[in-house]
């Protein structure tokens, strides 16, 4: 199966299933665009509505998926009009935090759950959380649209937001230093990120800084539009976010694992095929005790997201959908019937 997905995650941590299930998703590499998003697999299958279902929504997490977690409960509400919704993006490390204390319903992360939180949730219930991988997002970075810079390798990133340099490279504090001349040959790049809470900030930490301790000039931000707004209003800018946040306003690079290596640009084609470094699940953390069936409206929400009309949003918000079998085992692993 090649590549696939399979650097996307450490699928040993939590019992989720295994690398195959994505294997199928990888046909999506040439799957024709639908006004002028990617297309979603034809197996998928549309919602059907359910009776009695009533309560309340409740979503504590990532920031990166806000967009998609508002779209979702949006559009799940004209379903069904006796559900309530209420959706905090305070980042992916909330999350866990949240369900343990019974103050929300889903935890979306936008990374892999750590083992300190999974410990914590077992504690607490006796058993691990589910995690569920509803979408594939791309970690895109971002310059100023002016900026003639293309494409970058994973240890030049490292060599300009760390200050450990686990990849080996030298500091790295002007443009000039990455090839550029004229009036950016000599200025200082300014460095945007993310702020400790948000998962984006870890998967940035653990695949670009090799675990490593990013610069004290790096710039954090609450959230990933203030990033992509701080990179849009400085020509001499860097940042990353995730690749639905993007505007007009930046340029979103190519990415090579190593110096001299091809790089690939965050789309469709290398998220699928495993070529673009930076690719992820989005997830849905959930307390679903296994052997037990999940209350109605959780139940009919996680068909919706399985949904062709789900998955439609996904391609809709700028990330990726997964494939109908990688759906159909989610459901299944939750003993939801399709």
Not at 59 to 76: A, C, H, I, R
Not at 204 to 217: A, H, P, T
Not at 302 to 323: L, N, T
Request: hydrophobic residues 40%; proline residues 5%.
């Amino acid at each position: 199966m090649g590549k696939s997905l399979a650097g996307l995650s450490n699928f040993g941590r939590i019992k989720v299933w295994a690398i195959a299930c994505v294997a199928a998703g990888l046909y999506f590499a040439s799957a024709p665009k639908a006004h002028g998003q990617l297309a979603v697999d034809p197996d998928l299958k549309p919602y059907k509505v359910a009776s009695g279902v009533s309560g309340q929504i409740k979503s504590v997490g990532s920031d990166s998926m806000n967009p998609l977690m508002l779209l979702w409960t949006e559009k799940f509400k004209t379903y069904y009009k006796g559900v309530r919704t209420e959706v905090e993006g305070q980042g992916s490390s909330k999350a866990m935090p949240a369900l343990i204390e019974g103050a929300a319903s889903f935890g979306p992360m936008s990374r892999d759950a750590k083992s300190n939180e999974i410990a914590d949730f077992e504690k607490k219930f006796g058993y691990k959380p589910m995690m569920i991988p509803t979408a594939i997002d791309l970690l895109a970075v971002y310059v100023h649209r002016d900026n003639p810079i293309n494409e970058l390798s994973l240890p030049q990133l490292d060599s300009v937001f760390s200050s450990t340099r686990k990849l080996g490279g030298d500091a790295i504090d002007k443009w000039g230093q990455l090839g550029l001349s004229g009036e950016y040959e000599s200025g200082a790049i300014a460095m945007f990120g993310r702020n400790a809470a948000s998962g984006t900030y870890g998967f940035f930490k653990e695949k670009v800084l090799g675990n490593g301790d990013y610069r004290e000039l790096v710039n954090e931000q609450p959230g990933s539009t203030a990033v992509i707004q701080s990179v849009g209003e400085n020509k001499f800018a860097i940042g990353y976010s995730g690749v639905g946040f993007k505007t007009s306003a930046v340029k979103a690079i190519s990415l090579s694992a190593k110096p001299g290596e091809k790089a690939f640009a965050p789309n469709a084609e290398n998220a699928y095929s495993g070529d673009y470094p930076l690719a992820r699940y989005l997830y849905l953390a959930i307390n679903h005790k296994p052997g037990t069936k999940l209350d109605p409206v959780r139940r009919e929400f996680i068909r919706f997201i399985f949904s062709k009309e789900g998955q439609e949003i996904v391609a809709k918000e700028g990330s990726f959908p997964i494939d109908a079998a990688t759906a159909a085992k989610a459901l299944k692993m939750l003993d939801i019937a399709q």
